[in-house]
């Protein structure tokens, strides 16, 4: 079973992007090339991400931003990854099989597998990684994910079987999720992760929240085919100037989050090569439901009437990217459902909601920062304007980028946000709109909802959970808290030095795994 599942994984991906008209998430018309297709060791990366903050750890419970996204991905080993064409690969798990009703999960470990200090991978190390983010007392953002698993046995000298609540026919890929390192265990139970040791490509030898991320290439790892740089340097520089200017400049030799107003010009640069990559990844405004008036149906309706999407697409994304409907299942998933109804830019729909509300006029606050993604200020901006046609008076509250993801997503009550995506529909829809799920940033809640989340995951028949995901894609855009104007795609720049091969388009930065696999030409 387990061949025939990374196939079926496969095939659907391939079937996707040909339907968005796509290779491999490559948007036409953009510079991509691989100088040399064979990788070869040598020299230090320099990357400068637009993302990091001061009070980031290395707790995997923590993650939240693109930078504690990639440095785990160089360092941590993980028992699966997703591979360039979308499918779930082994990385410590060498295979795994499931019973016929997908309840039961077995993975066979890799032997041989040491961490950076020497000590030997323990399938311990696995069990307590993944009980790290499960029971009542987590406060792990990634428990959603492993919710549904009732129990982890250790079997023999290298199988971990993991019994489920219920069927899950997408189970591999849970454990590609970024918070899912596999880590040194502390010996009772828990996991040492204070001391960044790690079974990756690379160990870390420097780690400055906020500031910087120096590693270095681990000579005696497993996989001899990856980690081609002899070490890292990865800046956190939210400032978009600074980092397109440390580029141009030759300081760093890669930098992520474009300013898209520019990258036209940048692209000029015979030096330089701009990728565009269309996947999973939304720019979005959260409205907390809990909280008026966004507790309110009809001013949530009302919001997503009066914001001019194509607007949008065309003045923040500059074409890299595509309309969205306010559910973050776009065209790169299996289950996109094309049918549901557009939530088209609308004065006099939105006045009707309005009015059905009991409202002549509407005053909100949007907090908006570059942090949340690139242009999301300007973005603000072109709401406001577009939404006081409507009657709607959007109050833009410009904040400091520093603390963004700590002092106001989760906690302002409309608020921007960029989300990478996820590689399932199953993942994105349990860790950002499940009842109670600890990155639901629109504190969104719907019975029915979380019914059809549980069954899909479970379902194995393809025509039913495509119909239970359609039916849930239906609920998010017009109930949910959540307005999502734009899918954009991952737009980044390299120099001439950088070389690689087909990018994955599951997430951004060739699903920020470049440290493993890309290399100097």
Not at 161 to 170: I, N, T, Y
Not at 271 to 281: F, K
């Amino acid at each position: 079973m387990t061949s025939r599942i990374r196939d079926l994984d496969r095939r659907s991906f391939l079937a996707g992007t040909a339907a968005t008209g796509l290779s491999a998430g490559v948007m036409p018309g953009v510079a991509w090339s691989a100088a040399d297709t064979t990788p070869k060791r040598g020299g230090t990366i320099r990357h400068a991400k637009g993302h990091g903050n001061t009070n980031d750890t290395l707790d995997p419970a923590t993650w939240t931003n693109g930078f504690t996204v990639a440095l785990p991905f160089g360092m941590h080993g993980y028992l699966t990854k997703v591979a360039t064409d979308g499918s779930a690969e082994p990385d410590l798990a060498e295979s795994w099989e499931a019973t016929p009703d997908a309840r039961t999960w077995r993975f066979t470990i890799r032997q041989g597998v040491t961490y950076h200090s020497g000590k030997p991978l323990s399938l311990d190390d696995i069990v307590d990684s993944i009980n790290h983010h499960r029971g009542e007392g987590s406060t792990s953002v990634a428990k959603p994910l492993v919710d549904p698993i009732v129990s982890i046995a250790k079997e023999g000298d290298n199988t971990v079987v993991f019994e489920l609540s219920a069927g899950s026919a997408d189970f591999p890929f849970v454990f590609t999720d970024y918070h899912m390192a596999i880590v040194p265990s502390d010996g009772s139970g828990g996991i040492d992760w204070r001391s960044g040791d790690g079974c990756g490509a690379y160990r870390l030898v420097e780690f400055q929240p906020g500031v910087v991320a120096r590693l270095e290439r681990h000579t005696e790892d497993w996989n001899q085919n990856r980690g081609w740089f002899d070490a890292v340097e990865m800046l956190s520089v939210v400032d978009v100037n600074a980092r397109t200017s440390s580029l141009v400049s030759g300081e760093v030799d890669v930098i992520d989050k474009l300013d898209l107003k520019t990258v036209s010009m940048l692209g000029r640069d015979p030096d330089l090569a701009i990728h565009s990559i269309a996947g999973p990844q939304y720019y979005s405004f959260a409205a907390q439901t809990d909280t008026a008036p966004y507790d309110d149906l009809n001013v949530r309706l009302a919001l997503k009437y009066g914001i001019n999407r194509q607007e949008l697409v065309d003045k923040i994304l500059f074409g890299h990217g595509t309309v969205g409907n306010d559910q973050p299942i776009g065209p790169s998933y299996r289950f996109h459902d094309p049918e549901i109804t557009q939530h088209s830019y609308d004065p006099d729909k939105a006045k009707f909601h309005l009015r059905e509300a009991g409202l002549d006029s509407l005053d909100v606050t949007l907090s908006a920062a570059d942090a949340a993604f690139p242009g999301a200020v300007d973005a603000a901006v072109l709401y406001r304007n577009s939404a006081n046609a409507a009657g709607i008076n959007v109050n833009v509250n410009r904040v400091a980028n520093d603390g963004y993801w700590s002092d106001v997503w989760l906690k302002h009550p409309f608020c921007a946000v960029y989300w990478g995506g996820r590689p399932t529909e199953d993942q994105i829809f349990s860790t950002a709109y499940a009842s109670g799920a600890a990155w639901n940033d629109s504190s969104w809640s719907n019975a029915r909802f979380d019914e059809l989340l549980v069954q899909a995951r479970a379902e194995l028949d393809e025509d039913t959970r495509r119909a239970m995901y359609s039916e849930m894609q239906q609920l998010v855009s017009e109930d949910g808290g959540t307005v999502l104007p734009m899918f954009a795609n991952f737009v980044f720049a390299t120099n001439g030095k950088i070389a690689h091969g087909a990018f994955a388009s599951n997430f951004d930065m060739d699903g920020e795994r470049w440290m493993e696999r890309w290399w100097f030409a």
